[in-house]
């Protein structure tokens, strides 16, 4: 067992030093001109576009073409962008901007004063390692293999089971939603399970979330900022346009491919300790998100407490890690983006924001808009929600599948066999536009209160046509 671990860990970390040695002569041949172009102390730029954006676009081309060494490329790209700062940008500061200019001490106790990176890279690691464990007690509890005798067969099954993976997701964090959909997929496929139907479930899982403020780190986030739940339950509409449409297509590929059978010769028995240790994973999750803001700590002390109910599979840690510090690196990336403001708020710039959460981080979007005002708060919950769908390293539960199943980190192949998913976001967003329409916050501070989504008709789109009453 430590030999395996430290097998992982020898692959996953033998290339640093290589790493660093090229990384290194890259920055002195490619910061030297920049550096002498530098002098009046302006941060370098390609015409209008800060040069931290072309580094993070060619991090994000990188991990594109060169899907077998995404790792390397995302590590490769955060210590140059690092480096870059540190070099031009006089007003970063690095400690700053994880840990912020609190006290650290009062950040842990007090949830309202957090600052910086810490809160959200510490999250985004545990829910992601933690959720691994989760995935395979549920695959050992016997619940998949039950699953065969009351799914029905060929592509319905697969469409109810994307189906319970979007209810799930509505009340349970996105990344657990979609590797328990995962695990389930692996059994009930045979462990053939098409690129296409694997970016589905993801979809699945982000489309779920992006209607409930428990459903989703972004939608959260605007509940704690005053946002009420109402006023983001009408997103439920574009979620469910784009489910039917991916859902139908989706279910159909994965049946050409690997067809699910009913097989009622397969016997099984339902471990309900595993299953009790599911539960509580999930309960943590939810109690510490509402309680601290801190899912990932509940998780763990699940985790932990249940270590002494039943043996724990540690052993999926390890296999995680990969993924998780990949997801890490392009979070701390786009959190280094200068992206001081938005455009005005408008429903073109919630549908590009949409587009843009494809490849960058949607909890640093989120809360720009916050910050902002002025937005459709349903809408916008959808297209940054669901847009992180259309790549798989868009969203933090594509990178929890790629983990389970590497094969659908090839970005051509999850954008070719995965087209559905984009074209499911367009039709979700244009059946809300229609039938809600964009009815914006009527100001920073203070949310439009109670939107009566059924009220609505579809000639009566602007907000003065909506009833408001303010919150304090």
């Known amino acids: 067992m430590v030999n395996n671990n430290k097998s992982v860990a020898g692959r996953i970390f033998r290339p640093t030093v290589t790493i660093i040695i090229k990384m290194s002569l890259l920055l002195i041949f490619s ?27 060619l991090i994000l081309l990188g991990v594109a073409l060169f899907h077998n060494q995404t790792l390397k490329v995302a590590l490769t790209g955060l210590v140059i962008l690092i480096a870059f700062k540190l070099v031009f940008d006089s007003e970063f500061d690095f400690f700053k901007h994880i840990f912020g200019e609190r006290s650290f001490s009062e950040q842990i106790i007090n949830k309202d004063l957090r600052e910086g990176e810490w809160s959200i890279l510490l999250n985004l690691a545990g829910l992601l390692l933690g959720f691994a464990i989760l995935s395979r007690v549920f695959e050992q509890s016997g619940v998949p293999i039950f699953l065969l005798r009351i799914l029905p067969g060929g592509w319905k099954g697969a469409l109810l089971l994307l189906f319970f993976i979007f209810i799930l997701s509505s009340f349970l964090d996105n990344i657990a939603a979609a590797l328990i959909g995962g695990t389930i997929a692996s059994v009930v496929f045979k462990n053939k399970v098409h690129v296409g139907y694997l970016a589905a479930i993801v979809a699945a899982s982000n489309a779920g979330g992006s209607w409930s403020v428990i459903g989703d780190t972004t939608t959260t986030m605007m509940w704690i900022d005053g946002v009420s739940p109402l006023n983001i339950l009408h997103g439920f509409i574009a979620a469910m346009g784009a489910f039917l449409f991916f859902s139908w297509f989706a ?37 510490s998100n509402f309680l601290y803001n801190m899912p990932a700590l509940g998780v763990w002390i699940a985790i932990l407490a249940s270590s002494l109910i039943k043996p724990i599979p540690w052993k999926e840690v390890p296999g995680s890690i990969k993924g998780t510090i990949f997801l890490l690196s392009l979070v701390f990336c786009a959190s280094l983006m200068p992206v001081q403001d938005l455009p005005d708020a408008s429903w073109h710039t919630a549908f590009f924001l949409g587009l843009l959460s494809a490849v960058f981080d949607n909890i640093p979007l989120t809360k720009l808009c916050l910050e902002q005002g002025y937005y459709d708060w349903g809408m916008l919950a959808y297209t940054v929600g669901f847009g992180g769908s259309i790549i798989w390293f868009g969203s933090s539960a594509g990178v929890a599948i790629t983990n389970k199943f590497p094969e659908a980190r090839h970005t051509g192949k999850w954008l070719k066999n995965g087209w559905h998913v984009a ?19 009527d100001s920073r501070n203070h949310k439009i209160k109670d939107l009566k989504i059924l009220s609505y008709s579809l000639g009566s789109r602007s907000v003065e046509n909506v009833s408001v009453s303010k919150s304090p």
């Open 31 to 57: 910061f030297i001109p920049l550096y002498a172009g530098a002098s009046d102390g302006k941060i370098p730029s390609l015409g209008p576009v800060r040069f931290e954006f072309i580094i993070f676009g």
């Open 251 to 287: 279910s159909r590929q994965q049946d050409r491919y690997q067809t699910m059978t009913t097989d009622i010769s397969i016997k099984t028995k339902i471990d309900s300790l595993k299953l009790l240790i599911v539960f509580m994973i999930l309960a943590g999750a939810i109690i």
């Open 423 to 441: 074209a499911a976001y367009l039709v979700g967003f244009t059946m809300l536009l229609l039938i809600v329409g964009w009815h914006p916050s």
